[in-house]
């Protein structure tokens, strides 16, 4: 499910909503799990927590960059800055499992977002497979595929 753009006083939301057939608790371990993390996020760590604690995003190149957590509910909410902008998780239990959302907010739409969106929704992808049990085929062919579909999508975002 493509994520939805909706214009906010901070500038831009992108909104992915997902439906897995997990529980809450196995959804948020895939979040804030150091050692289930690196499985659908290679870059990303937890280093504490809690609100006010911090994530860790390895650039790869010897560099670190501390991302801080603004909320965190366990089971419930993550949301932590991601560069100038900021992602917030939100799960909630369904009857048949758990509904997780990604919001991005975004300040300012540029040429690298629909990478941005394309990455963030092939991750919720790998996600739902690693929950499935399943392996996730050509991580990288997923990702060019989604990204001309957000291409096309921040456009048109752009021109309405």
């Not at 993390?37 to 995003?57: C, I, N, Y």
């Not at 501390?66 to 100038?84: F, H, N, T």
């Not at 998780?89 to 990478?115: N, V």
């Amino acid at each position: 499910m493509t994520a939805k753009l909706k214009r906010v006083p901070e500038g831009t939301t992108a909104t992915f909503e997902r439906h897995y057939k997990h529980s809450v608790e196995k959804v948020w371990a895939y979040l804030t799990d150091n050692d289930l993390l690196p499985e659908w996020f290679s870059e990303l760590r937890v280093k504490e927590l809690r609100t006010g604690g911090s994530m860790v995003f390895d650039m790869q190149d010897g560099n670190l960059i501390e991302m801080r957590i603004s909320e965190c509910k366990p089971a419930s909410v993550l949301e932590y800055s991601w560069g100038e902008d900021k992602v917030r998780f939100e799960l909630a239990a369904e009857p048949e499992g758990c509904r997780l959302l990604l919001i991005e907010t975004i300040g300012t739409l540029t040429d690298h977002t629909p990478k941005d969106l394309a990455g963030w929704h092939v991750c919720l992808d790998v996600i739902e497979a690693l929950l499935d049990g399943v392996v996730f085929q050509d991580r990288k062919r997923a990702w060019e595929q989604q990204y001309e579909t957000y291409i096309a999508l921040v456009e048109g975002y752009r021109q309405s």
